[in-house]
């Protein structure tokens, strides 16, 4: 057996099977097309909306199943076969059908997923996560294509963000395109921007703080503060502009989540009741919706979902631990809470800098990672000031 090409690691968001239809046939029919082996674990997508998905693009189950070309299993033959879900098991499932399509003359496996079962047993999340990341790995050392096929309409959106998180392309009615959710990518050629497009995205990020600023929501321009921040402690962790560029668009637009809450309530006095602290821990998530919605660099959204994460797995609103969060969320989060510390609020009796850093500086390693943490406080003893000016 000669593995060949890599394979690949889609999504699919569904919410009506017959809408499906035309993006499973589109990519079978590819699959088809470049010799590879046709492979569906089915549970409520049924062998029938295969069959009616293949037709329009001309290929015929029956015949395709007859000859080898095509394989259907169902979830308790595959994901769930033993009564339980196992990645182990699963991924070596994948493996067996890859070498057995390489060994029958196939390119590899054109493979899809549907995910409905999940819904239906209970199933430990944390290992349908560990799953998905590992398939990342197998796909780049199998040429295996797979498509898990997810009930947007069943889903809450935590949920679905840790999902997507771990695909690198969505596939759609017209093909295959890149995931914006996905996070363990590199973005090294994802990012480059060019420069009139980073005059308008710094510009529209100036925009959304001083709408935070009309709205009052805080006694100093705090927007504009962790955008400085930021942007000092990207420059003197690596005197890279393109980061330090990334760390001061996504300061200025970091709370943008907070718009659709009331003023009142970010506002308020004293303990908050467990429906606004729920609401005020989904900022980060509404943040990061609005920031995708303009062609900001995926860094920049990135930021703005992971700046109240925490390195010990304590923060919101995905729990993410160490290296889950990026470089530019760690950056992100250090600059919120000086900034944050550093000025009155009226749920807090003590502030200022020097509070500030000590917190940072006693969790560092903890809460903030600590290279971050200790080059904000260089930022400070080379003089680093913030802007007390509305």
């Not at 590819?30 to 549970?43: C, I, P, Q």
């Not at 047993?121 to 998905?132: I, Q, R, S």
């Not at 502009?241 to 506002?267: K, N, Q, V």
């Not at 903030?368 to 943490?373: F, K, L």
Request: aromatic share 10%.
């Amino acid at each position: 057996m000669e593995k060949t090409i890599s394979g690949s690691h889609n999504i699919v968001f569904q919410d009506n099977v017959a809408k499906l239809n035309i993006t499973l046939g589109k990519y079978y029919s590819e699959g088809y097309g470049d010799g590879k082996r046709l492979l569906f674990a089915f549970n409520e997508i049924t062998p029938k909306d295969i069959r009616d998905a293949l037709s329009p693009f001309g290929l015929n189950l029956d015949e395709l199943r007859a000859n080898g070309k095509a394989v259907l299993v169902s979830a308790e033959e595959s994901y769930l076969k033993g009564g339980s879900f196992s990645p182990d098991r699963m991924l070596k499932v994948l493996e067996d059908a890859t070498i057995e399509a390489l060994d029958d003359g196939f390119t590899g496996v054109q493979g899809a997923g549907d995910m409905s079962w999940i819904f239906q047993y209970k199933t430990d999340t944390d290992a349908l996560l560990d799953y998905e990341s590992r398939l990342n790995d197998f796909v780049s050392e199998y040429p295996y294509s797979a498509s898990c096929i997810f009930d947007i309409s069943r889903m809450e959106r935590k949920s679905l963000l840790q999902i997507s998180k771990l695909h690198p392309s969505v596939i759609t009615p017209g093909g295959s395109v890149q995931n914006y959710d996905y996070f363990q990518r590199s973005t090294e050629s994802s990012d480059d921007v060019h420069e009139e497009c980073t005059d308008l995205l710094r510009g529209s990020a100036r925009m959304v703080s001083a709408i935070l600023e009309m709205r009052c929501l805080y006694v100093e321009n705090h927007a504009e503060n962790v955008a400085r921040l930021a942007k000092a402690i990207a420059f003197e962790l690596d005197r890279d502009l393109r980061l330090a560029h990334t760390m001061e668009m996504a300061g200025r637009i970091h709370d943008t989540g907070m718009l659709p809450l009331f003023s009142d309530m970010i506002s308020k006095p004293g303990r908050l009741l467990d429906f606004e602290r729920q609401m005020i821990q989904e900022h980060p998530l509404t943040g990061y919706e609005l920031a995708k919605k303009l062609p900001y660099p995926v860094t920049v959204a990135r930021a703005v979902l992971e700046h109240h994460e925490r390195l010990d797995g304590t923060g919101y609103p995905l729990g993410l631990k160490g290296s889950e969060i990026s470089l530019e969320g760690k950056i992100l989060a250090v600059s919120e809470v000086v900034s944050a510390m550093s000025f009155y609020r009226p749920y807090r009796e003590q502030y200022g800098t020097e509070l500030a850093l000590d917190e940072i500086m006693k969790n560092a390693g903890k809460h903030y990672e600590r290279e971050v943490a200790n080059a904000c406080l260089r930022c400070f003893e080379k003089g680093f000031e913030f802007s007390i000016d509305r």
